[in-house]
């Protein structure tokens, strides 16, 4: 099986997690005591215990109180090119797929 599909789908996923993340730290910037949320992604593959490759997210707080309202808009840029980015590959794919059954047909 073609391994694009389940990373480009778990790639999307990940960048709206990002993405969620980011607006939240955002919309509570100026709560008292607020920590931030932090994103962390980690690649897998077949090879370490997972059927699907593609990318696994945590999210954490955190370790110190505050906003970084830059980091967060940058973040936002970031989650919304790697989201468009995953989606062109899945379209790509797709695109692909037909190709291949057209020339069979």
């Given at each position: 099986m073609n391994p694009v599909l389940p990373i480009s789908l778990s790639g999307l996923q990940a960048a709206t997690t990002?993405?969620?993340?980011?607006?939240?730290?955002?919309?509570?910037?100026?709560?008292?005591?607020?920590?931030?949320?932090?994103?962390?992604?980690?690649?897998?593959?077949?090879?370490?215990?997972?059927?699907?490759?593609?990318?696994?997210?945590?999210i954490g707080k955190s370790s110190e109180i505050g906003a970084d309202l830059a980091t967060d808009l940058v973040e936002q840029m970031q989650s919304s090119a790697t989201y468009k980015a995953n989606l062109r590959s899945i379209r790509t794919q797709d695109e692909l797929m037909g190709s291949l059954l057209d020339i069979r047909a």
């Open positions: 990002r993405l969620g993340a980011s607006a939240h730290n955002i919309a509570n910037a100026q709560t008292p005591d607020f920590r931030r949320e932090v994103v962390q992604q980690q690649t897998v593959g077949t090879g370490q215990g997972q059927e699907q490759p593609g990318v696994v997210v945590t």
